[in-house]
């Protein structure tokens, strides 16, 4: 009975926070994000105390940085991404228009000599297909840019966030005492080490895809800028940041910038090549330089379940779901790892008379 009420009550606790979740998701987002930010940081604080800094001067010292910091990107950059992403946003059907309409050129003598195929057909079928599809695109970013609770949502997280991160960062020590007093004592040990490795995992994430996805977004975006690439800033810059998932990042920037390139550029092919040098760089050097340096082999995530963990979360939670996906995931696979190891080292795996044979 002891075995099921446990299980009841963890089962209890974790149905709990997923409707704390679900009813609070609208407005969670600055706190999540501040205590993302406090777990970030505990790193450099805590060598700040090492150095002789007491914990409340560590903190603030560490916060005014970070503060200044992001005003500065604020001042410094918004003004450009938004003047950047309002002309993107108008331009995407012309964009669209003129990709259709090189595309049919490049392949009116073929289709017609080859195939017998009418290319004026395939055109006003491109046509339709592209407008449509610009169309719809372009009504989406506006919507995400013209939205009133994206923009209230924006102006809680730079005032709230810091407050949260501040108070988490500077109690993080006492945080963390205050958990560990409450595990169960018969299987202290065992908590403590799953917890060791969950921490791991998302420090190796967090931190180390966090600093990547930052060189990466510096690194696209100066590349593409420097070839004079349109909206090549807003093109790297998102790239890089959306280098957290998987293969979304550098697909959907290669794919965007290349499609620019082509409509800006053509037909001299070699500026069109080097747009394409530009991701091909940024993934070599994420998956050889990058990654292995700063992420390494803690994290223990599949990219399919990296993904899915995104989404699921993301279509659940919103924004606030996406914030957690990764430490959930990464939560969850140690405890997988965990259960497989147990389960193979169990009688229900190995046999009842395994043990016996052996000896």
Not at 113 to 137: C, E, F, K, M, Y
Not at 216 to 228: C, D, H, K, Q, R
Not at 338 to 347: E, F, I, Q, T, V
Request: charged share 10%; aromatic share 12%.
């Amino acid at each position: 009975m002891t075995v099921w009420r446990q299980t009841g009550f963890w089962i209890g606790a974790f149905v709990a926070l997923l409707l704390f979740l679900l009813i609070f998701s609208e407005i969670l987002l600055p706190f999540v994000a501040g205590m993302v930010l406090a777990y970030a940081l505990d790193p450099i604080a805590d060598r700040l105390e090492q150095g002789g800094l007491g914990r409340l001067g560590a903190t603030l010292t560490i916060l005014v940085v970070v503060i200044v910091v992001v005003v500065l990107a604020v001042i410094l950059l918004v003004p450009v991404l938004a003047n950047q992403l309002a002309d993107f946003i108008q331009r995407i059907p012309e964009y669209a228009d003129k990709l259709q309409t090189l595309f049919t050129t490049l392949i009116h003598s073929r289709l017609s000599a080859h195939l017998g195929i009418d290319p004026n057909q395939i055109g006003t079928s491109l046509r339709g297909l592209t407008s449509q599809g610009s169309t719809w695109v372009a009504a989406i970013l506006a919507s995400l840019w013209n939205g009133g609770q994206a923009f209230l949502n924006i102006v809680a997280l730079f005032i709230v966030t810091p407050v949260v991160a501040f108070y988490v960062l500077y109690d993080w020590d006492r945080l963390v005492a205050h958990v560990d007093s409450w595990l169960p004592r018969d299987h202290l040990e065992e908590i403590r080490s799953i917890a060791r490795e969950i921490d791991r995992a998302i420090a190796a994430f967090i931190r180390g895809q966090g600093l990547t996805c930052l060189i990466l977004a510096t690194f696209y975006s100066t590349g593409l800028v420097t070839i004079g690439l349109n909206f090549g800033f807003l093109i790297g810059l998102a790239a890089g940041i959306l280098s957290f998932i998987p293969f979304v990042g550098a697909t959907g920037g290669f794919i965007v910038a290349v499609a620019v390139a082509i409509v800006q550029f053509w037909p001299d092919w070699p500026w069109i090549i080097a747009t394409m040098g530009v991701f091909v760089a940024g993934q070599f050097m994420e998956n050889y330089v990058l990654q292995p340096r700063l992420i390494g082999q803690n994290v223990g995530l599949h990219p399919v379940w990296v993904m899915f963990a995104l989404f699921a979360f993301g279509y659940l939670f919103g924004f606030v779901g996406v914030m957690i996906a990764i430490p959930a995931a990464a939560a969850v696979g140690v405890l997988v790892r965990y259960a497989l190891g147990r389960y193979l080292d169990s009688p229900i795996y190995r046999g009842v008379g395994v043990g016996s044979e052996r000896e």
